[in-house]
Structure formats: C-alpha cells, structure tokens
T-cell receptor
C-alpha cells in the first residue's frame, strides 16, 4: 500500500463547480498534513496546511479525519486558474514530507 | 528577487557523463532539500541539509552527491549518468526543519540520452 494515496483524476469540471479531492495515508503516527498545488511544468507551492479541526481559506476547505486516516480538499466556485495538480502531503516526524501522486484538476469555461 | 533559484533550468546530456545542478536560496533559511520528480510525477525526497549538515539521505545511488558549501547553497553532483536519472530535480528550502514552510525552486529538467 502506498504511503499517501490520491485519485489521480483528471477531474474535469465547469467554472463555478464545487469539487472535492480525497487522500488517504497509511501511517497512523503521521503528524502534519498539507495540500500543495503544482501547475504544469512548475514547482509545487503550499496551498494550505490541514488542521485537526478543519480549516478554510477563501474558497478552499481542508478536513482531516485521523481515525480514518483521510484528508480532503474542497474547492468551491471553481475558477479557470484553479486548474492544476493538487498534491496531498503528509509528514511523520516533521522532518520529511511524503507526497501523493497528485490529483489533476481541469476547470473548463 | 528569486527566493530559491536553480541552474541550469534544462540539462541534456549523454549517458556516462558527470553533471552538477546548483541551488541557492536568499530566504535566510537553514534547511535545504533535493527532490526528484519522475515521469510519473512522483515527488520524492533525496537529501536534506540543515546548517550544512546532512540530515536526510534517502536510498539514493551513491552516484548522487550533495554538497552544501554554506547554508544558502546546496548543489547536487551526479556521476555516471544513467537513462533512469532523467527527471525534474527540485531544490527547496525551509526555516529550521519545519516542513510546512518549504519553498521550491523552479526545477531542473534533466534528460539523459
């Protein structure tokens, strides 16, 4: 089983749609959780950290379920500029990041 | 203005050659990383340095040798390049060893022919 698993997609959605990405991780001792965004042929950039209580940043909402070892990212009112690959990232000991393969999102006009 | 910079951006070379990739950060961070992203887009840590000291060394062939002359620089030297080394190599940095504040360089696309 992969350490961090994501549905690779691609997800094709119209502008304005709400889309949700899921991620599962295998090590129950994982401590920190993040969503990164990577545009085509660019470097990854931190989108948001994921906290146990769930957190929101504008149109983006992240949730963590430690019991199910599951992380989610919800994007509301999708924009064309949201088209990218979304990477689920987990850290066991805050020293090393374990990366998922990413979920590809295409927002269409 | 660039926070984390890498050179070169593209590198095309023949099998068996030796090449180096350079990385510099001007963020004042003291931890730097090298990642490899292969054709399947899987991003994997290779090395991590904190204040010029190696702290993470994943299972990477010893043909890969990182060097950190100071905490603002982390270079990657690769000996005897192989076809399977073709990938995008990303340098990143963070303050201390906090993984949530990693900033990535633009990547070096290495193609081995």
């Amino acid at each position: 089983r992969k350490e961090v698993e994501q549905d690779p997609g691609p997800f094709n959605v119209p502008e304005g749609a709400t889309v949700a990405f899921n991620c599962t991780y295998s090590n129950s001792a994982s401590q920190s959780f993040f969503w990164y965004r990577q545009d085509c042929r660019k470097e990854p950039k931190l989108l948001m950290s994921v906290y146990s209580s769930g957190n929101e940043d504008g149109r983006f909402t992240a949730q963590l379920n430690r019991a199910s070892q599951y992380i989610s990212l919800l994007i509301r009112d999708s924009k064309l500029s949201d088209s990218a690959t979304y990477l689920c990232v987990v850290s066991l000991n805050n020293r090393k990041l374990i990366w998922g393969l990413g979920t590809s999102l295409a927002v269409n006009p | 203005d660039t926070a984390v910079s890498q050179t070169p951006k593209y590198l095309v070379t023949q099998m068996g050659n030796d090449k180096s990739i350079k990385c510099e950060q001007n963020l004042g961070h003291d931890t730097m990383y090298w990642y490899k992203q292969d054709s399947k887009k899987f991003l994997k840590i290779m090395f991590s340095y904190n204040n010029k000291e190696l702290i993470i060394n994943e299972t990477v062939p010893n043909r890969f040798s990182p060097k950190s002359p100071d905490k603002a620089h982390l270079n990657l030297h690769i000996n005897s390049l192989e076809l399977g080394d073709s990938a995008v190599y990303f340098c990143a940095s963070s303050q201390e060893i906090k993984v949530d504040t990693q900033y990535f360089g633009p990547g070096t696309r290495l193609t081995v022919l």
